[in-house]
């Protein structure tokens, strides 16, 4: 069964329609499960309003992946994983020279080992994560 957790870079271009936005179309229509973190929904919402996106497509937006993905809550579980990927992320950004990742990065992380998924990220915070589907 191909599970896959859903970044918020791997949204933004499905919704751009862009050329890896296809990819990640024919991906997804190729999966049995899509998860997405609720974390996801505010990475996204915060970049459509800070690019001055009128409110209804934000809405339209995050209506559209709850509609297509099953949205993942943080709980205490996800939490300690979380915290425990934030540090595996840390660390692999330190080694590769790559900027200091998010929490929201380690979040995605979490949600793909918990629910056994892989991650579809352009993110390279992602890239030579072994759980990663790289776009």
């Keep these: 069964m191909v599970r ?17 936005g296809n ?6 229509e190729n999966a049995d499960v899509l998860y997405t973190p609720n974390t996801v929904l505010a990475e996204i919402a915060r970049k459509y309003i800070r690019e001055g996106a009128v409110e209804k497509t934000v809405n339209t937006r ?8 099953n949205i993942v809550n943080l709980d205490s579980k996800l939490a300690h994983e979380s915290a425990k990927c ?14 200091t990742p998010s929490l929201f990065d380690a979040i995605v992380l979490a949600t793909a080992h918990t629910l056994n998924a892989k991650v579809l990220s352009g993110d390279q915070h992602f890239k030579s994560l072994p759980e990663t589907v790289w776009i």
């Design 62 to 69: 995050l209506e559209q992946i709850g509609a297509n993905s």
């Design 23 to 28: 990819k990640i179309k024919e991906l997804l």
């Design 86 to 99: 934030y540090l595996e992320l840390a660390e692999n950004a330190r080694t590769t020279k790559l900027s």
């Design 4 to 20: 896959i957790v859903i970044d918020s870079y791997a949204w933004i271009e499905l919704f751009k329609g862009s050329i890896n």
